[in-house]
């Protein structure tokens, strides 16, 4: 390099000591500023221009209008590229004129200027491909002018030395040159207009990340905005911003689907090579040991082609990164030094504390750059994956979906997708962690030798143990949640059987069961919590122990190693760096097994059969016929038999076409085989036209009920109105709330069976199809209303006369009606014809209407009846079905517990529970004003799908915090804090310890007691280990208390909650607090108040270390202090509002998904799969809307709070230079190495304190329906009835009115009458009049407005609810059962002998059954007794009866849900049973009553009329005519 710069006058050494180090003001070399500090920039930009100029070939934005902006760059950069050349001329003409100048002023003014031409030529060119803010640029021009800077200076000092300029061109240039590069940096910082032909941004909000220059991007300064708007008010969904076009769904998904195309293509050529038998190339025979395997479509490939470029910038962004983290030990290593050697010129001090503040800086910033890098390459992953499985879903064969329930397949979006989301940010440290540990250990060693070994041996020592800790937390937690589910299914039943569990007393009986169950799961939690505390244990003190044996080791190996300063703290801040790879790897390992099964069983799913869409020939059809099927033969899956088979069938043009037969012949498998939906084994289906379908049970979708309607089509008034008209669905629209924008809860919860059924016939009616495929549609609705629908709708003068239609019906009076009918017998046609020609035929046709309607008088009944059976059957697949619901609330922050949730939400509409089917065709059933204000109401919670629950805005409030304090114990929270602080003094004392032993004089090269020193330093240690496992063990106790106490306060409070707070609180909110909200307090407080503690009590004791030890630090920590908690405010009022948008837009995704998979067929249908496919992107949409601020939102707080901390490393190094007389070096090494670990507790403390806001919400949640109000007392004990009552069973309402809730109508209104003892009386009346009303006042779950019930002479709002609901029996209208044994659902307190129970069985007809099952009493009923028939589970309400024996038995007879011969089974028994008991019966069937003593006829809640049923027929009054409807006058 001297060579370069020549000898003579201007010639100069290249580097000079000391010139440049060793004096007090230092100066480099002519020679080194002229060659390599000019340079610098120059080498960084055409290192830097290949990569770049490759990224700019494939993101082109658009061409940017030549602004004046660019103009003046580009003058810039010719200026730039003169002055470069004047400088080179200026040479040549010195070389002309004899005085030879140094080949140096050739060589720097030649590369300079050739680089600013490039510069410049970069600048258009970034202008031509829509470049608005270019980083390399700025980052070229920064580097120029701090290259700059030091000529700069020298050239001032050496002509002031001088006395006089000795180059005056050179320097004139020079100083031009600066003034242009400054200035080109300068402006280098605005950005561009956005490119010209770039698409039109219509978005209201676009983000503006994308319009955000270098720096901006580089600091999240573009984030500032929405985090003061997030301050001033909590944000809402029209303050999000608009995803980039990168991030939509559609492309996203659309290259997902590219990727795993080509993999399932390559598979199929792999196969269909391996099948021909080709030979494998040599090599690859050898790699597949012999064989060739049939290659499996990688779903992991297809990922790694879609996601892995991002992947890959973020793997050099790391890499960086993890570099610079070992800079700082250096740098601290060299402070130390130049702290001990007081001859050190100052300037060296203060370089090496800015030096310090850059290298974290830029840490910070390459840090945050990676994280977001990667977080949202996490995001389009699980944007991905949810895609491809939702158009998978749309497509997979029945077979499948009978292997994978719904739930299962919403798991895989939710909790899968968000595993493998979850992990994507980890896995650099695969390569990571390994790379710092090799680092770690190699600097460590050239301080202290070999004698790391014995400390880097501790720490893999220590990760087994951990593991084993990890891995016994983890079967915790499965076994932990089995109770969990089992807690819940259990409550969700006792929701929905909640009026049972009142009417019967049995509260008592199912709160211990909730208790005991809760007991195991606390035993559990409070295991996995010591656990828990011992891993914090070894966290918090791996780095101590660590130090400790490495330093003993060192210091006893040899008398000859001193331990100083340097080699004390450079450990330490190593120690610590090393820390983090050792206990993050076993993590992302064990992470790692968890995605990889995740990623096998999507790619199971995706691998999956789908229906072939050929199936079905849309185009080709013999004339005159809209369908044909040639010798078809289906089936439901391959392994099964084939459900129909060699099926012909014609159907015209135009026809009405029955299609009839007994249960199970295949009626709706035929109507899916034209759909398609089969898997056709031989023969040829032609279907040509558009198909409406209307399935045997409704799908209804969460919308309102004009989309379910419309169905994606454009409204047309008219066509609309006269659809609503013929499907009867007028009078409903007036009923519901909203009318025909009611918006309609999930499954169609709020409508009934029968207007599911209208609105799905509507749908097929308005979509105007060519040909209808109708399943079943006059089932589920009441035979008056399905006569008005055949003759208006399906029938000869319908609205769809002319249309082609195949009915499949049980209904036979609408046969003679049809074209022909088509009769099927175990799967083949057996009878083809019209109605008459079957009728004279005599074949299966003839007898399968002598089976249905044995004689015409009973037609009616038996038809409804069978309506009601179907009913109520179609009731339980669709519970069986229901997976999900919307009532899930918001809180939810991560994915539901599906399990749970398939049993869910059972009973939430009490409205739709009369059902459509009474046994009468009377007028339609309307609801009187106090039901139809509840349904008012319930529409409103449940119909809507975000239910106007009370999202808490703004800051939580003190007093919560305090709850949660009481809860835990005052004098436990007091002594958690006292340990933590007793923790931290005993950390900074066995540092400060280590500070003054390595300040120790040596004496002859040798410290003296050793052995002392040694000791206290690990007495001190120990000592905050043990004050470690003391505060979390006191945690564990405090927070399973609070936990108990708190489930226990809401457990009991809600078994005494009034009959009206449920009725009036969707039970899905109810069971959210039993589930979500108590997981939080059970399992994400603790962890989370521990973190937080441990990290404010580590930036507090750094703060106090430093200040001790350059008091000058206090002047600082006020202005930091500010800053900190400004930033706080922004942040965590920001990111708390978005966590709520975030969960709130989440589990719609999931709901519409379940709801896709249950609609499928409808949905392929009317072929609307894209349209579907569209809404579920949208909904993604919505949900990475609020994503993708949150995860920048931990960025931009990143970026400035770790500046912060950078800044305490900054002042700390620098006020140790100032301060360096008074100062030993182990206090500097003491207090800067305190510093570099304050940014990762200052960081965590917010992000600790923002969970803290956002999970103490759960504890505030609970509290509010712990305190809401309860029905009366259980047991009076003052006042209980005496043993035996009631003895007559006399019962006597004086002057009494009833209201269902305070602020409604009356129901009851002055009602007196009285029934004597042993009395039947049958009550009566139209829908709303009050019966029901009667009985709930009977037994108080509704509690009197005025006057009273008197049992026996005895008033009942005396005495105790329990006392008296015990006396009285109810047979309920719809039998509920809960899971559990037979013997529990009859005798939960366990009361009755078993001769007791098998004589009640037997008297209800039961005991054939439950003796042919080999558990007998103990056969397990599972939920809802779904696996009995719905008239077993009334009988086995009747044997509840027949156990109790109570004077007094109410009957609430049920309206559809059971056949005539349950019926008069039940009747009979109770005309056996309780000939001396009153009883009352609230009838449907008049038929039951007529030989009942009295019948009390109410009407408005009123008595209309009360005597025996002769005297009322003849009385020709309001009994008279419903008797005379009924045909029993």
């Not at 035929?670 to 279907?687: D, I, N």
């Not at 999202?951 to 007091?974: I, N, Q």
């Not at 209309?1504 to 049923?1509: H, L, N, Q, T, V």
Request: hydrophobic share 45%; with cysteine; proline share 4%.
């Amino acid at each position: 390099m001297d060579a370069l710069c020549g000898s003579g006058e201007f010639g100069s050494k290249f580097w000079d000591a000391n010139l440049s180090l060793h004096t007090d003001t230092p100066d480099l070399t002519p020679c080194f500023q002229n060659s390599l500090l000019a340079w610098v920039p120059c080498i960084y930009l055409w290192a830097a221009l290949p990569c770049y100029l490759f990224y700019l070939r494939y993101h082109h934005q658009g061409y940017i209008v030549l602004s004046h902006l660019s103009r003046l760059k580009t003058v810039l950069g010719v200026l730039l590229w003169c002055v470069s050349w004047a400088d080179l001329f200026y040479s040549f003409h010195g070389l002309v004129h004899g005085w030879a100048p140094a080949p140096v002023f050739f060589v720097t003014p030649l590369v300079v200027g050739v680089t600013m031409l490039l510069a410049t030529l970069l600048i258009q060119y970034e202008r031509l491909q829509g470049v608005q803010s270019s980083g390399v640029l700025i980052i070229f021009w920064f580097l120029c002018v701090v290259c700059a800077i030091i000529p700069f200076r020298s050239k001032i000092l050496s002509a002031m030395v001088e006395g006089k300029i000795l180059d005056p061109f050179r320097f004139t240039t020079f100083y031009i040159y600066f003034a242009l590069v400054f200035f080109a940096l300068i402006l280098s910082c605005f950005r561009e207009k956005p490119p010209f032909f770039s698409p039109k941004n219509v978005d209201p909000n676009p983000c503006p990340e994308m319009d955000a220059g270098f720096l901006s991007r580089l600091s999240f300064w573009w984030f500032t905005k929405l985090a003061i708007l997030g301050y001033r008010r909590p944000l809402e969904d029209q303050d999000l911003w608009s995803l980039n076009k990168e991030n939509h769904s559609e492309v996203v998904v659309q290259r997902l689907l590219e990727a795993w195309k080509k993999q399932q293509k390559q598979a199929a050529q792999h196969k269909a090579a391996a099948a021909s038998g080709k030979t494998v190339s040599n090599e690859d025979e050898e790699l597949l040991g012999g064989r060739p395997r049939p290659r499996e479509p990688s779903f992991l490939q297809a990922l790694l082609v879609t996601f892995g470029p991002g992947f890959i910038i973020s793997t050099c962004f790391m890499l960086i990164q993890d570099l610079l983290s070992f800079v700082n030990p250096q740098l601290l290593s060299i402070l130390i030094r130049f702290i001990s050697n007081p001859m050190a010129p100052t300037w060296w001090g203060f370089l090496l504390a800015g030096l310090m503040f850059v290298c974290s800086v830029m840490q910070t910033l390459i840090l945050h750059q990676y994280y977001h890098c990667i977080f949202v390459t996490g995001l389009r992953l699980r944007t991905g994956i949810i895609g491809v499985i939702y158009r998978k879903a749309l497509v997979i064969t029945n077979s499948v979906k009978r292997e994978s329930t719904v739930g299962e397949m919403v798991n895989l979006m939710s909790v899968d997708a968000q595993r493998i989301m979850d992990v994507a940010p980890f896995l650099n440290m695969l390569w990571s962690g390994p790379l710092q540990i090799i680092l770690a250990i190699y600097f460590l060693w050239q301080k202290l030798g070999p004698s790391i070994l014995a400390g880097v041996a501790l720490m893999v020592l220590l990760i087994p143990i951990n593991g084993v800790v990890a891995m016994k937390m983890r079967t915790l937690q499965v076994e932990q949640m089995k109770f969990k589910d089992s807690r819940i299914k259990l409550m969700s039943e006792i929701l929905s059987g909640i009026k049972v569990l009142k009417l019967y007393a049995w509260e008592p009986s199912f709160l211990q069961q909730v208790e005991g169950i809760r007991h195991s799961e606390l035993r559990l939690l409070r295991q996995a919590a010591y656990l828990h505390a011992i891993s914090i244990f070894t966290w918090i003190c791996t780095p101590f122990l660590v130090t400790l044996i490495t330093l003993g080791v060192y210091v006893s190996v040899g008398p000859d190693n001193v331990l100083d300063a340097e080699k004390a703290f450079v450990s330490v801040s190593l120690f610590n760096i090393l820390k983090n790879p050792l206990s993050m790897l076993p993590q992302i390992i064990s992470g790692l097994t968890q995605t990889s099964v995740s990623l096998k069983r999507i790619q199971h799913f995706l691998s999956q059969d789908e229906l072939d869409p050929q199936c079905v020939e849309r185009n080709t059809i013999t004339p005159g016929y809209a369908v044909t099927i040639d010798n078809g033969t289906f089936t439901w899956a391959q392994d099964l038999p084939p459900t129909l088979h060699s099926v012909d069938i014609q159907v015209p043009k135009g026809a009405l076409v029955a299609v009839v037969g007994p249960v199970g012949c295949g009626k709706s498998s035929l109507v899916s085989a034209l759909l398609g939906e089969m898997e056709k084994l031989e023969g040829k289906v032609y279907v040509k036209g558009s198909v409406a379908y209307v399935p045997q049970q409704a799908w209804i979708q969460n919308c309102t009920l004009q989309e379910n309607v419309l169905f994606g089509q454009a409204l047309d008034p008219k066509r609309y109105q006269r659809t609503l008209e013929a499907c009867a669905l007028l009078a409903d629209l007036e009923v519901l709330p909203g009318g025909d924008m009611t918006e309609i809860g999930e499954k169609g919860i709020n409508l009934s069976g029968g207007q599911r059924q209208r609105v799905s016939l509507a749908r097929a009616v308005y979509s105007d199809a060519d040909i209808y495929l109708l399943d079943d549609p006059l089932s589920a609705v009441d035979s008056h209303v399905a006569k008005h629908i055949f003759d208006k709708v399906i029938g000869p003068e319908g609205v769809l006369a002319g249309k082609t239609r195949v009915l499949v019906t049980h209904g036979i009076s609408f046969l003679p009606q049809t074209d022909f009918v088509v009769v099927l017998a175990d799967g083949q046609v057996s009878e083809v014809g019209t109605y008459p020609a079957l009728l004279q035929r005599n074949g299966s046709f003839a007898n399968f209407l002598h089976n249905y309607a044995p004689d015409e008088g009973e037609e009616h009944l038996e038809e409804n009846s069978r309506t009601a059976l179907e009913e109520a059957d179609d009731e339980e697949v669709l519970l069986i079905e229901d997976t999900l619901s919307s009532h899930t609330d918001l809180m939810d922050n991560e994915p539901v517990l599906y399990e749970v949730q398939k049993q869910f939400m059972r009973q939430l509409s009490t409205m739709s529970s009369e059902g459509e089917g009474q046994g009468r065709p009377g007028p339609r059933r309307r609801l009187g004003p106090a039901e139809k204000l509840v349904q008012a109401a319930e529409a409103k919670a449940n119909g809507t799908l975000i239910e106007e629950e009370k999202v808490e805005m703004g800051k939580v409030k003190l007093s919560v915090f305090w709850d949660y304090a009481r809860a835990v114990g005052l004098c436990t929270t007091l002594v958690i804090c006292l340990l933590y602080a007793g923790q931290s003094a005993a950390a900074i004392g066995a540092n400060m310890w280590l500070s003054a032993w390595t300040n120790e004089a040596t004496v002859g090269g040798r410290q003296n007691s050793t052995t002392q020193r040694l000791g206290v330093y690990a007495t001190l240690g120990i000592l905050q280990g043990l004050l470690v496992v003391l505060s979390s063990i006191m945690m564990v106790v405090g927070c399973v208390r609070a936990a108990r106490l708190l489930h226990q306060e809401l457990l009991h409070n809600k078994m005494r909650s009034p009959q009206s707070f449920f009725d009036t609180t969707p039970s899905g909110r109810i069971l959210n607090r039993f589930s979500k909200d108590i997981c939080v307090i059970d399992e994400a407080l603790a962890p989370t108040i521990l973190m937080l503690l441990s990290s404010f009590f580590t930036s507090i004791s750094t703060l106090v270390v430093i200040v001790a030890s350059t008091p000058l630090f206090a002047v600082v920590i006020l202005p930091l202090a500010v800053f900190y908690i400004l930033v706080q405010r922004f942040y965590v009022a920001t990111s708390r509002q978005l966590k709520r948008l975030e969960s709130v837009s989440r589990s719609p995704i999931y709901s519409h998904f379940s709801e896709t998979v249950t609609g499928s067929s409808v949905i392929r249908a009317y072929g609307r799969s894209q349209a579907f496919e569209a809404i579920s992107d949208a909904k993604v949409d919505t949900n990475q809307r609020s994503c993708y601020p949150n995860i920048s939102s931990n960025r931009w707080l990143g970026v400035r709070v770790e500046f912060m901390g950078n800044s305490v490393v900054f002042f700390a190094a620098l006020f140790a230079v100032i301060g360096r007389s008074s100062l030993s070096p182990g206090m500097v090494g003491l207090s800067v190495s305190y510093a570099l670990q304050v940014t990762f507790s200052l960081n965590w403390m917010i992000r600790m304190l923002s969970d803290l806001e956002s999970n103490i919400v759960a504890v505030e949640r609970v509290k509010e329906y712990s305190k809401t109000e309860t029905e009366a007392p259980w047991v009076v004990e003052g006042s209980r009835p005496p043993a035996g009552w009631p003895t007559q069973g006399e019962v006597e309402f004086r002057n009494y009115s009833v209201r269902y809730r305070p602020g409604l109508g009356l129901v009851l209104k002055d009602l007196s009458l009285r029934v004597h003892g042993g009395e039947k009386v049958g009550i009566v009346g139209r829908t709303g009049a009050g019966k029901s009303s009667m009985t709930l006042s009977l037994f108080r779950l509704l509690e009197a407005a005025e006057g009273e019930i008197r049992i026996d002479g005895l008033n009942v709002a005396d005495i105790g609810l329990h006392d008296l609901r015990c006396q009285l029996t109810i047979i309920p209208q719809d039998p509920i059962l809960f899971s559990g044994t037979l013997r529990m659902n009859l005798d939960p307190f366990g009361n009755s002998s078993e001769e007791d129970i098998w004589r009640a069985l037997e008297l209800s007809h039961l005991n054939t059954f439950v003796s042919s099952q080999p558990a007998g009493l103990d056969f397990q009923c599972s939920e809802g007794g779904e696996n009995l028939s719905v008239g077993q589970r009334q009988l086995v309400c009747l044997a509840r009866a027949l156990l109790r024996k109570s004077r007094i038995l109410v009957l609430d007879e049920a309206t559809a849900a059971i056949d005539l011969e349950t019926d008069d089974l039940i009747q009979a028994t109770i005309r056996t049973q309780f000939e001396s008991c009153t009883v009352l019966t609230i009838a449907h069937r008049l038929n039951t009553i007529m030989d009942y003593t009295r019948v009390l006829v109410l009407d408005k809640g009123k008595v209309a009329e009360f005597d025996s049923p002769t005297n009322l027929i003849a009385a020709r009054g309001i009994f008279y005519g419903m008797a005379r409807d009924a045909g029993l006058a």
